[in-house]
Structures are given as C-alpha cells and as structure tokens.
Nanobody, 128 residues
Framework: QVQLVESGGGLVQAGGSLRLSCAAS????????MGWFRQAPGKERELVAA????????YYADSVKGRFTISRDNSKNTVYLQMNSLKPEDTAVYYC?????????????????????WGQGTQVTVSS
C-alpha cells in the first residue's frame, strides 16, 4: 500500500492562497490517477479534484472550479492542489488519495471507494 503524506495546510484569510502537496512513497506512482478530497465538520467527505496518471485530464467540483488547480510531478512522486481565492466554506481537512487500479481515470464519477490509499489529512482553515 502506497504511503501518502500531505503538507501545506494552515490558516489563511478569505481571498488568500495555499498550496497543498502530497508525496507518495511508491515507484509506480506515475501509473495511478490521484484525487484530493475534503471533509468539513459534520459533512461527508467530498471529491474536490482528480487528475489522470498522465496529467492529460483533470476534474474539479463545481464549488472549486476556477479557483483550485490540481497538478502532479511524476518525477517527484508528488501531487499538488493550488488553492486560490479561498473562502470560509473551503475550511476542511483535505486528503489526497491514490486510485485503486492503475491506468484508470473516472473524473467526476469517482467515489472514495475507487481509491486504495489515503493520506493522513491536512487542516485548511479560512477565516472571514
């Protein structure tokens, strides 16, 4: 099971930016699509963004479209989530996850059950 370690969370004012990183331990990282999820208190975990193993396709939830950007650097086994124009409603624990099957990509059809490995989560708090 691949180990995923997130970093980059923190406290930011509304309108600010943060960049989350997720480093993977596995050499086959480049074969797997990746996703970023978030879970706010009292709410279910939701898919925020996903990226194909080759970076050729990305998906964004409507709530973050135009503000967040997912990217990956397969040479560094790392996936990123650039978050701009942050809003208080973006406050949540953010998790990165690796898809369960190599060379597959489901975009907006992903559910958390399609992902086999999860990071520990990083807290993002946006103050108004």
């Amino acid at each position: 099971q691949v180990q995923l370690v997130e970093s980059g969370g923190g406290l930011v004012q509304a309108g600010g930016s943060l960049r989350l990183s997720c480093a993977a331990s596995e050499r086959t990282f480049s074969s797997y699509s990746m996703g970023w999820f978030r879970q706010a208190p009292g709410k279910e975990r939701e898919l925020v963004a996903a990226i194909r193993w080759s970076s050729s396709s990305t998906y964004y939830a409507d709530s973050v479209k135009g503000r967040f950007t997912i990217s990956r650097d397969n040479s560094k086994n790392t996936v990123y989530l650039q978050m701009n124009s942050l809003k208080p409603e973006d406050t949540a624990v953010y998790y990165c996850a690796a898809a369960g099957t190599p060379f597959t990509y489901y975009g907006g059809s992903y559910s958390e059950h399609n992902f086999r490995s999860w990071g520990q989560g990083t807290q993002v708090t946006v103050s108004s």
